[in-house]
């Protein structure tokens, strides 16, 4: 009642569903179950082999992401991963993980200057981006801050990016650097 756009969209557009399952699990299952029905087609076993296969089908550029350990990191580029993306997946599921922010200096490091790292999980500010740059990201990625924004649809989207790539060049501003490529780890020391 609060919210009567929200409410009239609701009404006219049904729940909300998991786009990514949408059309195998069945339209009515719940989340909890839609949750369960996609960790279960997880494989543990997915091995080093695995990859070296998945790189020899694969002949454009490969990234990996879901890497939070140095050690991984660097195997994954000498088996011939192009880049690596530093994420929990947003600690949505295994909410005990370390974080990425946390995870990539130690990463950036492994890899040397030159292999592009990507990251994302808890990047909701332009700062953060700033912060992710300094601490050795090539590139920060955003999800729920983007979905966030689409509550109030394809607009709302592009108003969260706004926002987030105002605070970037406020924050720049504010701290005398004038180009994003030379925000280095001094400003967070
Ligand atoms: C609704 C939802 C579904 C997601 N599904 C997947 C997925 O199927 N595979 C995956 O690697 N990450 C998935 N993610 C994680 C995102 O790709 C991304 O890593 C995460 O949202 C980044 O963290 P942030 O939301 O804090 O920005 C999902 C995230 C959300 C919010």
Known sequence: MLHPGWSLRLLSGGL???ENVRGYLGDNSASLTIAARVGGSLHAGFDWDDFRQIRDWWKGRLL?????HP?????LVA???DGIW???HGGRQLDGAVSSIDALPAIRQA???QVPILIDSG???GTDIIKAKARGATVAAIGRAALFGAVAGEAGVAKALDIILDEVVTCLRLCGIPRFQEAGSEIIA
């Open 16 to 18: 909300p569903q998991f």
């Open 64 to 68: 990996v992401k879901g890497v939070l």
């Open 71 to 75: 050690g991984d990191a660097s195997r």
């Open 79 to 81: 088996a011939g991963a």
């Open 86 to 88: 530093v994420s929990n």
């Open 111 to 113: 890899l040397g200057a």
């Open 123 to 125: 990047i909701r500010t």
